[in-house]
């Protein structure tokens, strides 16, 4: 079985620009969460969406947003990029929205490999 | 606030010798904890995960981590490390019931 694939791996972009990361769930996950992280740091929760819909987004700012859609496959959009944005995303998919009810190391987040963005 | 600390940004040990990672976090309620692992280029994989029960809690790769609530902490070892394990680990919490919070990291670094 596929994991959560993310496209693209690598990313450079100016200042300024905009851009999309798009990740793929593991088959039959409703859930997607996305995390930034930056070089040095540990993984910071920007959004999770579940059945289409945010339920919960981080201390982040307006320029980042994503959406879901009806195959559960997600989009992170950030606008107007900073030099600050060049960071890891990672995207996770799970089969329950909350995150507490899991059972056993099969039931839990599964990771992508990320999506390595450079902003120049 | 909810955190977490993972003192030690680098960590250098011989290969075959013990392993501590140490965790500490800061929680109003009883914590949901877990240890995660990312290899450059690779995602974040799950080692182990406390939720409530017995306070050892075994994991993949023959890691294990001690729930101490008396100390906030949440320390990882493995008795023999392998050169495979290096890598950098990250201890993490649940935040409500749909986010974690992660720590900085540890770097692991395996000489043979």
């Known amino acids: 079985d596929a994991g959560v694939t993310q496209s693209p791996t690598h990313l450079i972009k100016t200042r300024g620009q905009q851009v999309t990361l798009r990740c793929s769930p593991i088959?039959?996950?409703?859930?997607v969460s996305w995390y930034q992280q930056v070089l040095g740091q540990g993984p910071q929760f920007i959004f999770q969406y579940y059945e289409k819909e945010e339920r919960g987004r981080g201390n982040f700012p307006d320029r980042f947003s994503a959406r879901q859609f009806p195959n559960y496959s997600s989009e992170l959009n950030v606008n107007a990029l900073l030099l600050g944005d060049s960071a890891l995303y990672l995207c996770?998919?799970?089969?329950?929205?909350?995150?507490?009810?899991?059972?056993?190391?099969?039931?839990?987040?599964?990771f992508g490999s990320g999506t390595q963005l450079s902003v120049l | 606030a909810q955190s977490v600390t993972q003192p030690d940004i680098h960590i250098t040990v011989s290969e075959g010798a013990s392993l501590e990672l140490r965790c500490n976090y800061s929680y109003g309620a009883t914590p949901y904890l877990f240890w995660y692992v990312q290899s450059p280029g690779q995602g974040l994989q799950l080692l182990l995960k406390y939720f409530s029960g017995d306070t050892l809690v075994q994991g993949i790769k023959g890691f294990e981590a001690e729930f101490k609530r008396s100390q906030s902490s949440f320390n990882l070892r493995k008795p023999s490390v392998h050169w495979s394990d290096a890598a950098e680990y990250f201890c993490a919490i649940a935040s409500g019931t749909y986010k974690y919070i992660f720590g900085t990291g540890t770097r692991l670094k395996v000489l043979a």
């Open positions: 088959s039959g996950h409703k859930s």
């Open positions: 996770a998919s799970s089969s329950r929205i909350r995150l507490l009810n899991f059972s056993g190391l099969n039931e839990k987040l599964f």
